[in-house]
């Protein structure tokens, strides 16, 4: 993903979970930090590290889910590029214009 440029007014966060395949939920790591005994991971325009948050589960997973909001107004534009890896290998990114309102799922 990459953020909200640091000039914008307007606002961006999100939320990820996800199941390993004998039904617990997944671990994750936050740019490299691991969160235990957190369910989902919420994030937002603070989280990023130099334009980009990776997040990532700590085992494969066998299901996920991807919630992200971003608000801005017409003066202020900005892009969300989300991109999975799985087993290594980079899908196409998603871009997504955001203008004024925009909300996406994810389901993986």
Do not use: H
Request: charged letters at 10%; zero cysteines; proline letters at 6%.
């Amino acid at each position: 993903m990459s953020p909200v440029p640091a000039s914008n007014q307007g606002s961006f966060g999100g939320s990820i979970n996800a199941l390993l395949p004998n039904l617990k939920f997944a671990t994750w790591k936050v740019n490299g930090v691991l969160r235990s005994g957190e369910n989902t991971i919420s994030f937002s325009a603070s989280d990023f590290q130099n334009g980009v948050l990776t997040l990532e589960a700590t085992e494969g997973i066998s299901s996920g889910n991807l919630a992200i909001v971003g608000t801005t107004t017409s003066a202020y534009p900005y892009t969300v590029v989300v991109q999975w890896t799985v087993n290594g290998k980079a899908n196409d990114p998603v871009t997504i214009p955001v203008t004024s309102f925009v909300q996406r799922s994810f389901s993986l």
